[in-house]
């Protein structure tokens, strides 16, 4: 295949002079030249950023061609005028609807029917792109609220039970801080109420009169927990409660039976929930487990019927206690008056090492558990009749047929006799199911498809493949790979590769269909997403073999997935790229010092690049809650020398780096654009190379980059190209591409 050769500028990099601060911590003593460019609404700062992008721009104007060709190839597969499948919630069926031309989606409903069939009535209305049914209301059209605003994203909506209030969160500056408003549905009117500076989550208490939100404090950790009643002075918002431990993160929901308010209240490896009676609202909340216990779970109280068939109060617990791989059990709430040892649990789902519980929720009828094995997550459903006794009934787990795949469940309502599930995998366009819950006459449940997104352009699925490999990291650890390519590319080991990693939180990567993808794979490029240690693919055990004192372990996994491709037959080792972001972005610097001579190219994606420094401060964004993942380098020597030893701004060495692109945004809260500023200053310092260093910036986006699903596709038409152009794949594969 003929390459497109490599072009290079004679533009010069932009210097940032240099302002020695000097940090000491447990008697190490490290200076900082460039931490003064986080002096946010300096002149000086806002001036350099702008000449970061102007070089970038400059040596990177040659991919300009290929860039406009994989955002049209991403334009030409996605059905702009599309909808998403109604969702019922009480009697009204609620979906939303994008339209060609149209950077934003626009919430809409109609009234549901009932006609006394439980599956017919929760069987969606046949809705068409473009075309209005019968009495559908517009609740909320993103268009038209982004209009003249820089930055437009939606943080949460609610609709109260009688389906009259509507309230909405939006942001427009990309700080994920949001203005709450009320609309009324009867008048379309809105309510003079307006909430500045909530975050993210809404809910309505069950008879419409108050509105739950949190707020952050000034590190934008979600902190408090506020009601707003309809009417009154924003002022006088009601703290129900504030958590002032800067390491734990709050939030709430609704029970699924909608008689509580549940908080939730942790970090990754405790927590705490605490519970409000809508019933008996001025008794105020009761803690179910204290965090003192240090155990992690989640709780929620629901009405279950004893053996008489009498409602009892119940609390579902989803634990970690004597179970690293997290089980199910019941407690009656009377035992949490006793002290832990002594309270009496019922087990439901039981402790496995090779299955780890991720989470569960109800139904009227079933219990409906999250869980993950063989790193797919699946979905398991038992009848609530008889849950936690011997009768109990075995689980039932709805089928699919590939081997990769990704099942969860996007939603249901408490009285439904369906839930409704989300299904994808690396080559099936997401896949909208409702599956029917198990009853006598039908005991496995049935799998109603309700939709597949289309792809247009002649996709085809059969025309690529996904296989599950193992690379093997230093210390005998096999490592799951997924290894996505075309299916013409031959293994002679010529074709280009890209390996995708994050590695942090638990987070798993897992198997989801992406059009974007389709045009780097187009190209030959053979792409690998490493699912390292420090995600949650392989259970508990793998997330803490990855993080605190073993996070280096993500690192060189990362490298021994390289190392895999690089001997696997598909790729020329010259020819690999590296991509990740955010904590992912942190591990592409990490590489990029381990072993910058494995990599054509790294794409950092708002890399968490200056770690240490960010952790060492606790006013900054977040800082605090990240003391659980990396170790608390304030307090702890062995952790501060420990991340010192990885982290990338402080390891920068002497070496010939490959082509570096730093990706970030002005307004992004959770990774400050200083730490790629910084970082980039460092590189171009240090290397002993010659390939370009590039800081691309958006001046108006946040964390996720700019809003505008358009706006979007060209970032990541800007993102691929610089990783095509690298590693010479910018041609398209003899009958691959749209047809």
């Given at each position: 295949m003929t390459q497109t050769p490599l072009q290079h500028t004679t533009a010069v990099p932009p210097v940032a002079r240099k302002v020695p601060f000097t940090r000491e911590h447990h008697g190490d003593v490290f200076v900082d030249n460039y931490e003064w460019l986080r002096e946010k609404e300096s002149p000086e700062v806002v001036e350099h950023l702008k000449a970061e992008n102007a070089y970038q721009e400059d040596v990177t104007a040659h991919q300009e061609p290929l860039r406009e060709a994989i955002f049209q190839e991403i334009k030409g597969r996605t059905q702009e005028t599309d909808l998403s499948v109604p969702a019922r919630k009480d009697g009204w069926w609620y979906y939303t609807r994008s339209v060609e031309g149209k950077e934003y989606g626009i919430q809409c409903r109609v009234r549901a029917q009932d006609s006394g069939d439980p599956v017919t009535d929760w069987t969606p209305p046949?809705?068409?792109?473009?075309?209005?049914?019968?009495?559908?209301?517009?609740?909320?059209?993103?268009?038209?609220?982004?209009?003249?605003?820089?930055?437009?994203?939606?943080?949460?909506?609610?609709?109260?039970?009688?389906?009259?209030?509507?309230?909405?969160?939006?942001?427009?500056?990309?700080?994920?801080?949001?203005?709450?408003?009320?609309?009324?549905?009867?008048?379309?009117?809105?309510?003079?109420?307006?909430?500045?500076?909530?975050?993210?989550?809404?809910?309505?208490?069950?008879?419409?009169?108050?509105?739950?939100?949190?707020?952050?404090?000034?590190?934008?950790?979600?902190?408090?927990?506020?009601?707003?009643?309809?009417?009154?002075?924003?002022?006088?918002?009601?703290?129900?409660?504030?958590?002032?431990?800067?390491?734990?993160?709050?939030?709430?929901?609704?029970?699924?039976?909608?008689?509580?308010?549940?908080?939730?209240?942790?970090?990754?490896?405790?927590?705490?929930?605490?519970?409000?009676?809508?019933?008996?609202?001025?008794?105020?909340?009761?803690?179910?487990?204290?965090?003192?216990?240090?155990?992690?779970y989640e709780a929620e109280p629901f009405l279950l019927q004893d053996a008489s068939g009498t409602p009892r109060e119940t609390i579902l617990l989803t634990h970690n206690k004597d179970a690293i791989n997290s089980m199910v059990s019941l407690v009656d709430p009377a035992e949490l008056a006793k002290p832990l040892a002594e309270q009496n649990w019922r087990t439901v789902v039981a402790h496995s090492d090779e299955v780890r519980v991720n989470g569960a929720g109800l139904t009227a009828t079933h219990l409906v558990v999250s869980v993950r094995k063989d790193t797919i997550e699946r979905v398991q459903v038992i009848p609530l009749a008889g849950l936690g006794t011997p009768q109990q009934a075995a689980a039932v787990e709805p089928a699919f047929d590939e081997e990769l795949y990704?099942?969860?469940?996007?939603?249901?309502?408490?009285?439904?006799?369906?839930?409704?599930?989300?299904?994808?995998?690396?080559?099936?366009?997401?896949?909208?199911?409702?599956?029917?819950?198990?009853?006598?006459?039908?005991?496995?449940?049935?799998?109603?498809?309700?939709?597949?997104?289309?792809?247009?352009?002649?996709?085809?699925?059969?025309?690529?493949?996904?296989?599950?490999?193992?690379?093997?990291?230093?210390?005998?650890?096999?490592?799951?790979?997924?290894?996505?390519?075309?299916?013409?590319?031959?293994?002679?080991?010529?074709?280009?590769?890209?390996?995708?990693?994050?590695?942090?939180?638990?987070?798993?990567?897992?198997?989801?269909?992406?059009?974007?993808?389709?045009?780097?794979?187009?190209?030959?490029?053979?792409?690998?997403?490493?699912?390292?240690?420090?995600?949650?693919?392989?259970?508990?055990?793998?997330?803490?073999?990855?993080?605190?004192?073993?996070?280096?372990?993500?690192?060189?996994?990362?490298?021994?997935?390289?190392?895999w491709l690089a001997s696997s037959g598909w790729v020329a080792p010259g020819r690999i790229a590296a991509m990740g972001g955010s904590a992912g972005g942190l591990l592409m610097g990490a590489v990029a010092n381990l072993a910058p001579e494995k990599y054509a190219a790294v794409v950092a994606q708002v890399p968490f690049v200056d770690a240490l420094t960010t952790i060492l401060d606790p006013e900054l964004p977040l800082s605090a809650l990240e003391w659980e993942e990396w170790g608390n380098p304030i307090t702890d020597p062995e952790a501060?020398?420990?991340?010192?030893?990885?982290?990338?701004?402080?390891?920068?060495?002497?070496?010939?780096?490959?082509?570096?692109?730093?990706?970030?945004?002005?307004?992004?809260?959770?990774?400050?654009?200083?730490?790629?500023?910084?970082?980039?200053?460092?590189?171009?310092?240090?290397?002993?190379?010659?390939?370009?260093?590039?800081?691309?910036?958006?001046?108006?986006?946040?964390?996720?980059?700019?809003?505008?699903?358009?706006?979007?596709?060209?970032?990541?038409?800007?993102?691929?190209?610089?990783?095509?152009?690298?590693?010479?794949?910018?041609?398209?594969?003899?009958?691959?591409?749209?047809?």
């Open positions: 046949a809705v068409e792109p473009g075309v209005e049914l019968p009495g559908e209301e517009i609740l909320l059209d993103g268009n038209a609220e982004a209009e003249g605003k820089p930055f437009f994203s939606v943080g949460g909506t609610a609709v109260t039970i009688d389906g009259n209030l509507y309230a909405y969160a939006v942001d427009n500056a990309g700080d994920e801080r949001f203005t709450v408003r009320f609309k009324d549905l009867l008048t379309g009117e809105l309510l003079p109420d307006v909430i500045e500076g909530a975050f993210y989550g809404l809910a309505f208490s069950p008879d419409g009169t108050r509105l739950f939100y949190t707020v952050v404090d000034d590190s934008w950790r979600p902190y408090q927990v506020k009601s707003h009643v309809l009417g009154t002075p924003v002022e006088q918002d009601e703290v129900l409660y504030q958590e002032d431990d800067v390491a734990m993160w709050l939030g709430f929901e609704l029970s699924s039976d909608r008689r509580h308010l549940v908080l939730s209240i942790g970090c990754s490896e405790f927590s705490e929930t605490r519970l409000l009676r809508f019933d008996d609202y001025d008794a105020g909340l009761s803690t179910v487990i204290s965090r003192d216990e240090h155990l992690l990704t099942a969860g469940v996007s939603g249901s309502d408490y009285e439904a006799p369906v839930i409704r599930m989300g299904y994808t995998s690396y080559f099936t366009p997401s896949r909208v199911y409702d599956f029917v819950l198990p009853t006598a006459e039908q005991p496995q449940g049935e799998l109603l498809l309700r939709k597949e997104s289309p792809v247009l352009g002649g996709y085809s699925p059969a025309d690529y493949v996904a296989t599950r490999e193992w690379a093997t990291a230093d210390d005998g650890t096999r490592i799951p790979l997924s290894v996505l390519r075309h299916a013409s590319v031959q293994q002679d080991s010529t074709a280009a590769g890209l390996v995708y990693g994050y590695g942090s939180y638990e987070v798993s990567m897992d198997p989801g269909f992406g059009v974007a993808r389709l045009s780097l794979l187009d190209r030959g490029i053979v792409m690998v997403i490493a699912h390292i240690r420090g995600g949650g693919e392989l259970g508990r055990h793998w997330y803490e073999d990855g993080k605190k004192l073993s996070k280096k372990n993500t690192f060189t996994d990362f490298v021994a997935a390289t190392d501060y020398a420990y991340m010192k030893s990885y982290t990338p701004y402080e390891n920068i060495r002497a070496v010939a780096y490959p082509k570096i692109a730093a990706v970030t945004s002005f307004n992004d809260t959770r990774v400050l654009y200083v730490e790629p500023a910084k970082w980039v200053q460092a590189l171009r310092e240090t290397t002993t190379g010659s390939e370009p260093i590039i800081m691309k910036i958006e001046m108006d986006g946040g964390h996720g980059g700019a809003s505008g699903r358009y706006v979007q596709w060209r970032e990541r038409a800007w993102d691929y190209a610089f990783v095509a152009d690298s590693v010479g794949a910018t041609e398209l594969l003899p009958g691959a591409g749209l047809q």
